[in-house]
Structures are given as structure tokens and as C-alpha cells.
Nanobody, 109 residues
Framework: DVQLVESGGGSVQAGGSLRLSCTPSGYTYSTYYLGWFRQSPGKEREGVAAIYSGSGTTYYGDSVKGRFTITLDSAKKQVYLQMNGLTPEDTAMYYC????WGQGTQVTV
């Protein structure tokens, strides 16, 4: 079974940075899309960033462009979300997802 495990969340002051990691396991495809999403209480789930492992093509939500960067370590099959310039509006549970969803990691600013 495919599983995704997120890590790297925590509490940070406004203007600070965090790096989230997502580690897929049980994934047999050589290429895949993987995205980061977030959701805070009372709000809809929002797409934050995504990457295609084959070409490295990336996508960013408008609210995080210029502040967040998604990268892929192909050897480790880990996907990272570097978050800089964090604001209280970035406070949410962050999930990585491909064909399945991870359990989420909390980010509090």
C-alpha cells in the first residue's frame, strides 16, 4: 500500500521559515505527481504546491508564490516544501498527497 508520511511542522514566529518533508513508501510508479495542501478550521482545503517527478514541473498557489518552494529528492523519493516569510494566514494543517493522503503536519505561525 502507498503511504505518505509528513514531518517538519511546528510553531514559528511571523517572518520565520519551516521545511516540511513528505516521504512516500510503497510507491511503484517511476513518475508521479505529489502535492501539498493545507486546511485550517472553517476554511476549504487549499492547494499549496505540486511537483511532477518526471519533469520537475512545479505549481504554486497564488497565496504562496514567491515564498514557498517545492523540491524533489529523486534518490530519496522525498518531497520538501520550504516555507519562508510565514504569516499567521499560513497557519493550517499541511498534507501531502498523491494517490493517497498523508496524516498531516501542523504549522502554526
Amino acid at each position: 500500500d502507498v503511504q505518505l508520511v509528513e514531518s517538519g511542522g511546528g510553531s514559528v514566529q511571523a517572518g520565520g521559515s519551516l521545511r516540511l518533508s513528505c516521504t512516500p513508501s510503497g510507491y511503484t510508479y517511476s513518475t508521479y505527481y505529489l502535492g501539498w495542501f493545507r486546511q485550517s478550521p472553517g476554511k476549504e482545503r487549499e492547494g499549496v504546491a505540486a511537483i511532477y517527478s518526471g519533469s520537475g514541473t512545479t505549481y504554486y498557489g497564488d497565496s504562496v508564490k514567491g515564498r514557498f518552494t517545492i523540491t524533489l529528492d529523486s534518490a530519496k523519493k522525498q518531497v520538501y516544501l520550504q516555507m519562508n516569510g510565514l504569516t499567521p494566514e499560513d497557519t493550517a494543517m499541511y498534507y501531502c498527497a498523491t494517490s493517497v493522503w498523508g496524516q498531516g503536519t501542523q504549522v502554526t505561525v
